[in-house]
């Protein structure tokens, strides 16, 4: 019998020894635990429909270089950090002094904060759950720590420029931490993007922990070339009468993998998820989102949505995990997909694990195309074809891109959209 | 304006349409009345480019030019004007922006300016006044959640607005209580005009009352059988479809 494929051992050589020690030393142990890591097959439930789709070549490996200065030139109105090939340029990062708010990277943390944050890494992710992401507690070399005092309020949102630069094979490790104090209150916007052609790998971890009553809003949007695998995953842990609000919106890739798990700890704690993936050629875009009720009296309410062209692959795998003790829960989530040709698949799968008696629990999902009947009545009001599948496509998603709480964003997602409606519906 | 030539039409094989002719001139109200099952909105569809029906012979010409080779959207915007029987609801699209967008791809065609969000807005809020619609319409969904007759309304909302040459009611007044009639009836009249013509598909005479047909035609097992003047109308009403040697296929099917 054939051995299942392991990782490579040259993944496990770190770039960036600037670290304070206490990171420098976790990094090193998720290393040593990764050594023969088996690497996820079909059998992989996890990874059922997105193994075939990872190609982790020792040429991946390499950490891409980081050196450029100049950074991205995204504009965005707000403030912002760029991540240049996963390490963080503080000299294109543009944000003042805020009171109440810190922002620093790992390699300005002093011993003690160095410290409280090793203690922290990995605590919001069910590892077992994310086993590619944890390759980045293994890689990560110069990230963001971000503390938001108790009550502290960032009036306009963070954006978080993720840029790769694919002039040669290599892979990028960004590394994001939020301490979200009592009734703080913060809204982030992460932007994945890149240039050049050669095939690279993403792979980012993002974790936030929201004390009582703080209120995080977290924007991703994930627009890389065609050349880059993607595997992301965000942890979230909330304490009391927390409020969560996550809005995702991914064009497909060679791979996209993301894992959301959002953990509802203190009583009264809401989350609400919202995402948009679009899929064309042979792209491929999987979601794993899991949301663990663990204490009484939360919300958590989740509406994803797959739309896929030609013979492109979107999955979306919804998991709900009601404790014995979290009476009173009330989890609502729904995904619907859209499948514009024959030769497009979608996978859905919601899981519901539920060990309390007195809870409010709805799931739904649905597959299917256009209508015709709809379009006929469109084109029978002399609207064209393209527009009409535009407006019947658009409206199967509209209410999710409406509800993206910062303008650029929509603007930017309704640019990449057209673009999309273009190629899909040319001819048309 | 339309000539009808020998047409035929099937839907998934079987034959429906057995060889309509009918001319119908610039500024004549028709109504084509027939028992259930006699091909009635099969004439409709087939008229405004319906794929799900094949036309398998003879000829449809809208003032000279053949209908039947021109795409759906193409003979909206050559004058052609469907009213559903049944209106499709599309959540996820305003009524807004459906109505915007269809006023537009017409303005196009006829190399007219685009009209912007504001002077649409004024344009759709004066005719919705028309047939008795609140503007606050507009916001909804296109019939999202709209009542039978609403929806109605909201056809013959569109056929104002888009100033067809044709305008084919199908079956408009099914569903509508008696208020609600006289306000969609109201609006067919406001379309009436010397340029245009008016095909309205009815199984009751009584929409004839408010709306009164130059020509009444009688279609039965695909073919018009019979056609007169509004009279033939009341005859109908008063008579049946029996002693022109009609059976009700409703009527057959549910005594089997």
């Known amino acids: ?428 | 304006m339309l000539s009808i030539k020998n047409l035929h039409a099937s839907v998934e094989g079987k034959e429906i349409l057995k060889g309509i002719n009918l001319e119908i001139k610039a500024g004549e109200v028709h109504a084509i009345m027939g028992p259930n099952g006699s091909g009635k909105s099969t004439l409709s569809q087939v008229l405004a480019g319906n794929e799900a029906f094949e036309v398998t012979e003879g000829e449809v010409t809208l003032n000279g030019e053949n209908l039947l080779e021109l795409e759906t959207e193409e003979r909206a915007r050559e004058g052609i004007f469907l009213a559903f029987q049944y209106p499709v609801e599309i959540p996820g699209v305003s009524n807004l922006q459906f109505l915007r967008t269809a006023v537009n791809a017409m303005r196009q065609h006829k190399g007219e300016g685009e009209m912007n969000a504001a002077e649409f807005m004024k344009l759709a809020k004066d005719v919705s006044k028309q047939v008795d619609l609140d503007p606050a319409f507009l916001k909804r969904g296109v019939n999202e959640g709209f009542s039978g007759g609403e929806k109605k309304r909201n056809e013959v909302m569109q056929a104002l607005l888009l100033q067809p040459k044709l305008a084919i009611l199908d079956e408009t007044d099914s569903g509508l209580d008696i208020d609600a009639l006289q306000v969609v009836s109201n609006g067919v009249n406001a379309l009436r005009a010397e340029d245009r013509a008016i095909l309205m598909v009815t199984h009751y005479q009584r929409l004839l009352n408010h709306i009164v047909p130059d020509y009444v035609h009688v279609l039965a097992g695909g073919r018009i059988v019979k056609s007169g003047g509004r009279e033939l109308a009341l005859e109908l009403e008063e008579r049946g479809y029996g002693w022109l040697g009609i059976k009700d296929e409703e009527a057959a099917n549910s005594a089997n």
């Open chain 1, 1 to 428: 019998m054939k051995s299942a494929p392991t990782l490579s051992a040259a993944f496990l050589h770190p770039a960036g020894q600037s670290l304070p020690e206490p990171l420098l030393a976790l990094r090193k142990q998720r290393g040593t635990a990764l050594v023969d890591m088996p690497l996820p097959t079909r059998k992989t439930e996890n990874w059922k429909y997105s193994s075939k789709y990872l190609k982790l070549t020792d040429e991946i490996a390499i950490s891409l270089p980081a050196d450029r200065k100049s950074g991205s030139s995204l504009a965005v109105p707000g403030y912002k950090v760029v991540f240049l090939n996963g390490v963080m340029m503080p000299e294109a990062s543009e944000y003042p002094d805020l009171s109440g708010i810190t922002i620093e990277r790992f390699s300005d943390l002093d011993d003690d904060t160095a410290t409280t944050l090793a203690e922290r890494m990995d605590s919001t992710l069910d590892n077992n759950a994310v086993q590619m992401a944890r390759l980045n507690s293994a890689r990560f070399e110069d990230g963001l720590l971000i503390r938001l005092a108790a009550d502290a309020v960032l009036e306009q949102p963070l954006f978080i420029v993720h840029e790769v630069t694919a002039d040669a094979s290599g892979s990028a490790y960004p590394r994001i931490f939020v301490e979200a104090g009592r009734n703080s209150q913060i809204t982030l916007v992460e932007e994945y993007i890149s240039s050049g052609s050669e095939s690279v790998m993403v792979n980012t971890v993002t974790e936030l922990a929201l004390a009582d009553g703080a209120n995080v809003t977290s924007i991703r949007l994930n627009t890389e070339g065609e050349n880059v695998q993607h595997i992301g995953a965000t942890g979230v842990r909330q304490q009391r009468s927390s409020r969560f609000e996550s809005h995702c919106v991914g064009f497909g890739g060679p791979l996209r993998r993301h894992d959301l798990q959002v953990r509802l700890e203190g009583e009264g704690a809401e989350c609400k998820l919202n995402g948009v993936v679009v899929t064309q050629g042979k792209q491929h875009y999987d979601n794993h989102t899991t949301i663990e009720h663990v204490a009484a009296h939360c919300n958590s309410e989740e509406t994803y949505r797959n739309i896929a062209a030609d013979q492109s692959h979107a999955v979306f795998n919804g998991r709900i995990h009601i404790h014995q003790d979290a009476q009173k829960s009330n989890a609502d989530m729904n995904n619907k997909n859209l499948l514009l040709s024959n030769g497009a698949e979608i996978d859905t799968k919601p899981e519901l694990e539920i060990y309390a008696d007195d809870v409010k629990c709805a799931h739904g999902a649905t597959i299917g195309q256009l209508d015709e009947v709809s379009l006929f009545y469109l084109v029978s009001r002399g609207i064209g074809r393209r527009e009409a599948n535009v407006l019947l496509t658009m409206a199967f998603i509209n209410e999710l891109v409406e509800q993206i709480p910062v303008a650029q964003v929509r603007e930017t997602a309704q640019a990449r959209l057209n673009q999309f409606f273009d190629q899909t519906f040319e001819g048309a």
